[in-house]
Every structure is written in C-alpha cells, then in structure tokens.
C-alpha cells in the first residue's frame, strides 16, 4: 500500500517537474493564432475593420471581441479562410460593405502643395516627398488603403483601379455548356 | 543501335504534317507595314530605345532587355518607326501590348558591321571567345527558344551547379499540323548542327543527341549527312512518333531514360535542351553576327497552298494568310498546333474569343463556342512573332465543334493519356472546386498543358483549361501573399521607427537635463553663489568679446593718418566736455523743453 502510494507520489513529482521545466524552457512569446490570422490578413493596413491596422485586428479576433466579416480587402476569401482557421461558421459582409477593385493612390504632382499630411498616414511609407517639395505615391509599395485620401487638403490624391495587363492577366474560370438530359 | 525509353501515357493524333511538305521554305515577300512587339520573350519585356519617327536599319537594336530575363528586340528590315504604342497580339487574354510600328522602305538596308545573310563575320571563332561573352552576344541578338516557350537562351547556356552531361537537339515536332522544323532540318541541317556544337561548346556538355521523330525520314537523312560532313560525334536519334514527345521533358525521358523530378529543371540531372531552331537562331546570331529577325512558320489548315514561310518578325497574320490562301469557308486562325495552340482574335468582333475561354486546342472540347455562320472574315492584324511556328486556317469541316461536356464519370481515360504521369480527373476536381492547395499537392505544376486528357476525355471535359486557370491563380495568390508579407514588413518596420524615434527623443531630453545639472553641481548648494559665479562669467566673456572686437587696422599707419586720428580724438573730447557742460546746466534745457 505504502509502496504504491510512493511509485504513484513519485510518477507525479517527476511529471510535475517535466511539465514545468518544459513550461519555461518551450515558453511561447505571443499568441501564435495571432499570427496565423495576421498571415492571413492582407496587410493593407487601412483600418476598415475598426482597428489600427491588420495586426490590432488578428489581436481582436484571435480574443474573440472581433468579428471574421470586417476586413474588405481580404474579400469573401479572406473570410473563408479565417472560417477554416478559427473552425467558424463564414459569414457574409455586412450590408454596409462595399467591395472595391483593387486600387493604388496616384497624386496629382500638379495640384501638391507639399504638406507631408498623406505620408503622415501611408501605413506602409509608399509615399515620397518632404515638406513644400512634391509628393509622389510609390506605386509598387502602395497596398491601396485609401488613408493618404482624407488628410489631402488639396484633395490631389486619387484611387486609381489596377487595370488588366498582359503582365497581370490571369486565366478566367472555364464556362462551357453542359449537354442537356434528355 | 540506341535503346530509347518511354514515358507514360501519351496519344496519337493525327499527323497532318505532309500538306505543308510538299514545297520547300519560301521567302514571304516584305510586308507593308510590320508590328514588333516589345514582348517578345518570356520574362521582362525589352525597353523601346527608338523614337517614333526614327529610321531604322535591317538589325537595328530597337528593344533592349531589361532585367535578367528578359531578351533584345531589333528592326526586321529598313524602314521608319511610325507608332510604338499598344497593339493587339497574340496572346490567350486578347489584350494588347506594346509595340512598335514599321514602315519598310523596300531597301533592306542592314546595319553597319554586320555581315549581309550570305558572308561569316571575320576574324571571329567562338571557339577562342568568352562564353560568357558569347551569351550576352545571344542576348543582344535576340535568341529565345523558339520550339514555343520562348525563355532567353543566354539563361539556359549560363553555368549551373551541376555539369552538363547531355545536351539535347529537340527536333521532334511532335504536334500536328506543325512542319517548321521539319523543313528548317531538311534545308539547313548544316547551319543547325554547327549551332548545335556552339551551344555544346558554352555548356561544356559530354554528347549531343538530336531527338526527330520517326515521321521525318527526311529531315533524320539531312540531319545525319550534315553531322557526318562536319565531323561531329553527334548522335542523330530517331525516337517513336506519339504526342507530347517533343516536350522537353519526356524527350529528355525518350532519349537518356533520365526523369526531371518535380520542380527541378532538367539541368538537374545533367541534361539541357534545346530546339533546332533555337540551334540554327543561335549559328546565325554567332556566325554571321544577324540577330534573329525571321522566322519559319507553317500555314496549314483550310488553305489552297500549305507550306512554310520564312517570315519577318511583326509580318501581320493577313499576309501570311494571303500567301496560303486561306479557302472561304475559313472561319478561325489559330496560332501554333491544334493540340496547344491560341485562337486568334478576328478584328470584326463577332467571333472574338473573350478572354475567358481563348484557350488552347482546337481537338480539343472547347470554353467557348465561336461564331460558326459568319463566312469569309477580315483576317487579322496579329503580328507573327519568335513564338509563331504555324498558322492553321479551320474551318468547322477541319475542326469539327466539340459536342457539350458531360460530366466526369471518373473512367481513368485522362489519367492514362497524361504523359506527366498525374491524375488529371482528380486534378479537374480541385481545380473546378477551387481547392488549389490539393491541386498543388496532386502536383498541378507538373502539367505540362499538352491537351492529351481533354483529347481522350469522352465527357469532352475542357480538362486544360481548368490547370490553366488553377495554375494562374495560385500563381496570382502566391504574388498577392508575397506583396503582403512585404506590406507587413515595411508597417511593422514604420512602427518601429516610430517608437525607435520617440525613444532616441526620450533619450535626448534626459541626456539634456542631466548635461544641465552636472554643470552646475553647486548651484544647489548656495544660490547666491551661483549668481555671483554667472555674474562673473558673464563679465569674462563681454571682455572676451571686446578683445575680439578691437580694431585691426591701427598698426603700420603714416604719420599723416595718426595725425588725423589724433585730430578726430581732439575733437570727440572737446564734444565730450561740451556735453559735460550741458550736463551741468539740466534746468535751462528741462525748461526749455516742457514749454
């Protein structure tokens, strides 16, 4: 009985230090969901969900005070995707929702006056120019999150759509006729 | 007596090459007006460096490459550039690209230095030269592999990390219709294989195969007289006529019995190929100094005259058409073989393939239906570029219209065929249902898009087009994600500069505070003194400048400018006694004042 009592006591001493040895030794710095939304997320920081940014917004969600429906860049796909990975149910957009084609920001050099208020708001440094100098959007770095639009005092900033190139052009999903049952 | 291998699957067709055998190459005749586009190439599209307006010369560099793959552009013949702007082209979208308009002057005028067709460059033996200059001389001459993928041959000469065994001449022609490089074999084989033994010198590769399948007795003929006369080792091998055969890889497959694994290039099992024509570009690009400037093309199909061209790169469709004489009830061009090749977009608009269904093959099930009733249409400005190796003219009696698709009943048919060895209806499935990550699990890359499934698939499934648009999408998401993973970088990396710079501010205004009070330790101590002590530092250094502002001038003067120093002295001390006098008498003046 004492033996057993012993074997049993010492089994969970050993385990016990295991479990806590390897709670320090493998210690997880962050939440690894967050990043795993974040990945998921399409990083044009434009705060359209209500939150500063794509990673305050993986933080929500990944605390469940955020919804998966609030980020229209990522499109129906994004919310799939974050459906899968979270093992929700998808939800549409909310009605207010409006799904744009994908833009970049050109400035109208004419129109500049050189304030530095947009590249104050790019959230990823895509514009150049300093103070009383002209502006100019970087169009490769510019992810199309419309915050250099409202700071404009000269509204000279404008969302110009990505148009189809031979350089972009992808192949379109098959349609074809299916014979008809007779 | 070479033992040859197989490879899985493939189908046989028919062949349909004698019509255009019959005659030899003929030279097309200059064209009025010739459209080059700028992308001529895989890879990045070269840099117009001509200006509209400017007169151009046979050879003339009009293009320059850009970036590292990517490949020259040059004049086809003497003439004036009168446009360079978007122009329709071939290409499955229907979009247009940009391109550069030229006007022959009818004098074929080449550039200076370089040699006219018939004469080789002196002094030059490529034997004796850098081959990495060589490759940037292929570069500027415009070489691209001209079977029909077009990538710069100056990238697939470049060294690798593994030697290269086997170079193979891709000769095998395997699709229908097709007889470009049938009839360049039997006519230049002299010219190809001594290309053939530069591109063997630049890789330092062992042996040389030239792969031609069974059904050109002909061009085995030449191509064996010619290696013969030129006293070279090569291997002229005649390989078993099925389609995709002269697909690199199950060439490759066929002649070494070596497999390129999957996602490796075949330079990673020691093996490079290249096809004839590619060979015979790069000679002429060598030897004669002549970038690439014509090309063979086949026009065949629903035609009076089938035969091969030698045509001028940006030569129009229409002229090549005009010169085959395309019967009336011609309703279609495609561009390349009816197993991969591009419908052509007609310029009346009616049977325009939209972008979503200009896909490949006419054997095959086709997207989208074309406008069969329309008869004798314009036939279309689309120039003939590096890629073009046929014109098929069709007409709904050549290619019959594929009936409805059923659906997949999973018969195996496909995966049969597949000479890549996948499992196309499964392939189907994922791609159809959008889940591309099992596509690419199921090795979706590994398609070689050859059509053989959709040839056999007896639902008439249109199989390739579903792998093509699962491949541009993943290929599409892979960019997306790439560009967000950046975005997130260069965000996170602003973040940072933002805290870094409040910190360095932090950090700055403490530094001051701290510099402030070690200054002056004792001021704490006794206030008093330290007033006293700033007095007197203040004094110090009024003196100080005093001492700096001394006049400079004083020293070395003559006797007559210190007498009129001496003078003005006088004077300013009688002013100062009068002044004193005045000081004397404050009332006088007070009075005077306030009245």
Same mark, same amino acid.
């Given at each position: 009985?004492?033996?057993?009592l ?7 001493? $050993?385990?016990?230090?295991v #479990? ?20 998921? #997320? ?14 305050p ?24 995707k974050l459906?899968?990975?979270?093992? $929700?149910?998808?939800k ?18 004419n ?35 419309e ?12 969302? $110009? ?5 031979i ?7 098959? $349609? ?7 | ?9 493939? =189908? ?5 090459k004698?019509?255009?055998?019959q ?8 064209? &009025? ?35 590292f793959?990517? &490949?020259?552009v ?54 004796? !030269? ?22 710069? !041959? ?23 219709y ?8 039997r ?8 290309g ?12 040389v ?67 004839v024509?590619?060979a015979? !570009? ?22 009076r005259?089938a ?19 395309a019967?009336?009830?011609t ?7 009816p197993?991969?090749g591009l ?12 972008? %979503? ?10 997207? %989208?239906?074309?406008?069969s ?8 400005? =689309? ?59 199921f ?10 499934? &959709? ?28 560009a ?7 965000h ?29 330790p ?12 700033? =007095?007197?530092?203040? =004094? ?23 007498a009129?120093?001496?003078?003005i002295?006088?004077r ?24």
């Amino acid at each position: 009985m004492l033996s057993a009592l012993l074997v049993m006591a010492g089994i969970a001493i $050993v385990l016990g230090a295991v #479990l806590g040895f390897s709670a320090i030794k493998f210690r997880v710095e962050g939440n690894p969901l967050v990043d795993k939304i974040d990945a998921i #997320l399409p990083q044009t920081q434009c705060g359209q969900c209500g939150y500063p940014g794509c990673r305050p917004y993986a933080e929500a969600i990944a605390s469940g005070e955020a919804d998966i429906n609030r980020c229209p860049p990522g499109g129906e796909e994004g919310i799939h995707k974050l459906a899968d990975l979270l093992g $929700v149910e998808f939800k549409p957009f909310g009605g207010g929702t409006v799904l744009k084609p994908k833009s970049v920001a050109f400035i109208d050099e004419n129109l500049c006056i050189g304030c530095t208020l947009c590249f104050q708001a790019c959230p990823v440094d895509a514009i150049a120019g300093a103070a009383k100098q002209m502006h100019t959007i970087i169009a490769s770095e510019c992810t199309g999150c419309e915050l250099c639009v409202a700071p404009c005092p000269v509204d000279c900033i404008s969302m $110009v759509p990505i148009t189809e190139k031979i350089a972009n052009w992808k192949w379109k999903y098959p $349609v074809y006729t299916l014979a008809q049952a007779k | 007596m070479r033992t040859l291998y197989q490879f899985h699957g493939g =189908i046989h067709p028919p062949g349909n090459k004698e019509q255009s055998t019959q005659s030899g190459i003929a030279r097309a005749p200059l064209p &009025s007006r010739l459209v080059i586009p700028f992308r001529q190439h895989a890879g990045e599209a070269a840099k117009p460096i001509v200006r509209v307006g400017d007169r151009v010369l046979k050879g003339q560099l009009i293009g320059m490459p850009v970036g590292f793959i990517s &490949s020259a552009v040059h004049a086809s013949t003497s003439g004036t550039i009168t446009a360079i702007g978007a122009q329709p082209i071939a290409h499955p979208s229907g979009l247009p690209d940009l391109c550069a308009t030229l006007i022959p002057d009818g004098r074929e005028e080449w550039i200076p230095h370089a040699a006219p067709s018939t004469s080789l460059r002196t002094g030059f033996d490529y034997r004796n !030269s850098d081959p990495a200059e060589l490759r940037r001389q292929l570069r500027m001459s415009g070489v691209v592999g001209l079977g029909g993928a077009v990538f710069p !041959s100056d990238i697939k000469l470049r060294p690798g990390n593994r030697k290269i065994d086997t170079l193979i001449l891709n000769g095998a022609e395997c699709e229908p219709y097709i007889t470009c490089d049938d009839m360049l074999m039997r006519e230049r084989a002299a010219e190809i294989v001594q290309g053939a033994e530069m591109l063997r010198f630049m890789l330092e590769a062992g042996e040389v195969l030239i792969g031609i399948e069974d059904n050109k007795p002909q061009a085995i003929a030449a191509m064996r007289q010619a290696v013969a006369d030129n006293g070279f080792s090569f291997e002229v091998v005649a390989v078993p006529t099925i389609y995709p055969g002269g697909s690199a890889k199950q060439l490759i497959r066929v002649l070494t019995g070596l497999e390129v694994p999957s996602g490796k290039l075949p330079t990673d099992i020691g093996v490079q190929c290249f096809n004839v024509a590619t060979a015979y !570009s790069a000679y002429r690009a060598l030897a004669h100094g002549e970038p690439v400037l014509s090309r063979i093309v086949t026009i065949t199909g629903n035609v009076r005259r089938a035969q091969n061209f030698e045509v001028l790169l940006g030569t129009p469709v229409r002229d090549l058409v005009a010169l085959g004489e395309a019967l009336p009830d011609t309703d279609r061009y495609l561009m390349g073989g009816p197993m991969m090749g591009l419908p052509l977009p007609l310029q009346h608009g009616g049977a325009e393939p939209s972008g %979503a269904g200009g896909a490949a093959g006419q054997l095959l099930p086709q997207a %989208a239906g074309f406008a069969s009733n329309v008869s004798q249409l314009p036939p279309t400005d =689309i120039p003939l570029v590096k890629a073009s190796n046929c014109i098929i003219a069709a007409s709904g009696r050549l290619f019959p219209p594929a009936p409805p698709a059923l659906p997949c009943i999973r018969c195996m048919r496909c995966a049969e065929a597949c000479p890549a060895d996948l499992q196309p209806m499964d392939l189907f499935w994922f791609s159809q249902s959008k889940e591309f990550d099992k596509a690419q699990q199921f090795s979706l890359f590994d398609c070689i898009e050859c059509g053989a499934c &959709s040839y056999v698939c007896p639902s008439h499934i249109p199989l390739v087009q579903y792998f093509q648009f699962a491949k541009s999408e993943i290929r599409a998401r892979e960019h997306d994600q790439q560009a967000a993973d950046h975005a997130r970088e260069r965000h996170e990396f602003r973040e940072y500069r933002f805290e870094r710079e409040k910190q360095e501010k932090a950090e700055k205004l403490a530094a001051r505070e701290q510099a402030a009070k070690q200054a002056q330790p004792a001021a704490s101590a006794n206030p008093a003194d330290a007033m006293q002590q700033k =007095i007197q530092a203040a =004094i110090a250094r009024a003196r100080e400048q005093a001492a700096a502002s001394q006049p400079k001038n004083t020293d070395h003067l003559t006797a007559q400018q210190q007498a009129e120093i001496a003078e003005i002295e006088a004077r300013r001390a009688h002013i100062h006694e009068l002044a004193k006098s005045a000081d004397e008498a404050p009332d006088n003046h007070s009075e005077g004042r306030s009245q």
